[in-house]
């Protein structure tokens, strides 16, 4: 195919999630041929197919799949599109005490959070050019370690590493890379109850806000994009106190639901 008929694709992990639903709405809305979705909730893609037709091209995956790799090449390969957006969004974490992870816990929660977006990045580079936009969902647990949701906050803490260094590393390309961090989301991430208590998340925001704050972020060139005044306030305290400080401040309020 030549150069000026590709096809303007963005390619979104995580679409059958809370965020990922409204981050594919937003995309919708922008100047694309095609969004490629990928989930594994085969039954939420089909309903995402059905609810925005053609334009909408879904993808049934599990990303830490040792074959996903060649499978996603094998795809680009054969549509040689011109990906404008990635969206590395997918991502999952759990509050358990961090001595109760078993080590198959332990290895899907660093080859998602950690592997499956650098991965996905290195498949789709040949095929992004100036202009082009990275997004990786990270989150406000990668500013500082935590507690109780230790492994998640230390596989965000790389992925927002990543991100950053990746960001400098494209600017002769002129391809962005925005690590987003968002603080707590209303979305099925979020567990309700916790040793029989019901879970409080300070400042929770819609999907929907952070969604269209990253999308401007990202077409701004920005290379961290924080949701809400009191995620940027929370930010800039989390700079400025000792890790030690910031860590028993959240466990003091933490860990009545994971210790009896
Ligand atoms: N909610 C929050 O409070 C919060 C705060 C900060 C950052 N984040 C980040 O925001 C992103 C989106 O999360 P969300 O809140 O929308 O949660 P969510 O509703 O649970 O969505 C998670 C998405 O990740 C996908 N996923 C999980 N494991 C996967 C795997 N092995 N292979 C392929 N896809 C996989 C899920 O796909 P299936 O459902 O199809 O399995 C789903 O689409 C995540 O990276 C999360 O870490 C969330």
């Known amino acids: 195919m030549e150069e000026n008929v590709k096809k303007k694709i963005a390619l979104l992990t995580g679409a059958t999630g809370g965020l990922g639903y409204c981050i594919l709405k937003e995309l919708l809305k922008e100047p694309i041929d095609e969004i490629w979705a990928f989930g ?7 309903k995402l197919k059905e609810q925005f037709g053609e334009k909408v091209s879904v993808f049934c995956a599990d990303l830490t799949d040792k074959d996903f790799c060649g499978f996603l090449s094998g795809k680009l390969k054969e549509s040689n599109p011109d990906i404008v957006y990635l969206v590395n969004n997918a991502g999952a974490g759990r509050f358990k ?49 935590v507690p109780y949701i230790n492994f998640y906050a230390a596989c965000k803490a790389f992925f927002r590493s990543y991100s950053r260094a990746l960001s400098m ?14 603080g707590w989301i209303d979305t099925n991430f979020l567990v309700e109850e916790l040793n029989g208590i019901k879970v409080k998340y300070p400042a929770l925001v819609k999907p929907e806000r952070v969604a269209k704050k990253l999308l401007k972020d990202a077409k701004r060139g920005k290379d961290m994009s924080v949701c809400s005044l009191y995620m940027k306030m929370q930010h800039f305290l989390v700079k400025m106190l000792p890790q030690k400080l910031v860590m028993k ?12």
Do not use: H
């Open 40 to 46: 594994r909730n085969s039954a939420r893609l089909e």
């Open 97 to 145: 005490k961090t001595a109760d992870f078993t080590a198959e816990e332990i290895g899907d929660t660093i080859d998602l959070n950690c592997k499956a977006a650098p991965v996905i990045t290195n498949c789709c580079l040949p095929y992004m050019k100036a202009g082009g936009r990275i997004i990786n969902v990270c989150s406000a647990a990668a500013f500082q370690p």
């Open 169 to 182: 590393e494209l600017k002769p390309r002129k391809i962005t890379v925005t690590a987003v961090c968002p």
């Open 249 to 260: 401040i959240w466990i003091s309020g933490a860990r009545k639901y994971l210790e009896d």
